[in-house]
């Protein structure tokens, strides 16, 4: 069974940076990750995930402030989240697709907070 962690939300100031990290045990296929968030009474929103021709996309609202990477050996992605905004603020999620059997996992979400 695939296992999707998250770890690196938290409170930041307007303006601030954070670093959120996910970590996968048990794929067996070929895979893309990436992260979504939600706010409550709202529909979850694309991040950025990789794509798999080895590329990367971003949500509109992410684009230049945001950078996806990621580390196949472990597997893992990361997120790094510079000048944040009070509307960045969400639950994270880290998805994973094995994308050859159409399977989705999600993590538990970590929760992003902008104020000051």
């Known amino acids: 069974q695939v296992q999707v962690v998250e770890s690196g939300g938290g409170l930041v100031q307007p303006g601030g940076s954070l670093r959120l990290s996910c970590t996968a045990s048990?794929?067996?296929?070929?895979?893309?990750m990436g992260w979504y968030r939600q706010v409550p009474g709202q529909a979850r929103e694309f991040v950025a995930a990789?794509?798999?021709?080895?590329?990367?996309r971003y949500g509109d609202s992410v684009k230049g402030r945001f950078t996806l990477s990621g580390d196949n050996a472990k597997p893992a992605v990361y997120l790094q989240m510079n000048s944040l905004k009070p509307e960045d603020t969400a639950v994270y999620y880290c998805?994973?697709?094995?994308?050859?059997?159409?399977?989705?996992?999600w993590g538990q979400g970590t929760q992003v907070t902008v104020s000051s």
């Open positions: 048990g794929i067996s296929s070929l895979y893309v």
């Open positions: 990789t794509v798999s021709d080895g590329s990367i």
């Open positions: 998805q994973v697709h094995e994308y050859y059997k159409g399977s989705v996992y």
